[in-house]
Nanobody, 110 residues
């Protein structure tokens, strides 16, 4: 399985970004997918998860601002991030079982 993440970039506080992660292979639709992030000098942390049937989980820092979704036909999981804050600055990684994407950098700064 290979995971390709994209959509990161530089955004001002209060702005929005949508991250995408596309997976190869046939196991996408039957497994949960996660978005993690790792800020400089900090441990990697779970941001949001979506189960195969669509049930979602959000870390407290993401609740009310981030939305995780999936398109099984496209083998893609999304993370819509709104009202971004400087503390959201991190490398964001998607994860499918034991496989990790390469990460996409999100920088929130004025």
């Amino acid at each position: 399985v290979q995971l390709q993440a994209s959509g990161g970039g530089l955004v001002q506080p209060g702005g929005s970004l949508r991250l995408s992660c596309t997976a190869s292979g046939s196991i996408f639709s039957i497994n949960a997918l996660d978005w993690y992030r790792q800020a400089p000098g900090k441990q990697r942390e779970l941001v949001a998860s979506i189960a195969s049937v669509g049930r979602t989980y959000y870390a407290n820092a993401a609740k009310g601002r981030f939305t995780i979704s999936r398109d099984n036909a496209k083998n893609t999981v999304y993370l819509q991030m709104n009202d971004l804050k400087p503390e959201d600055t991190a490398i964001y990684y998607c994860k499918l079982k034991s496989w990790w994407g390469q990460g996409t950098l999100v920088t929130v700064s004025s």
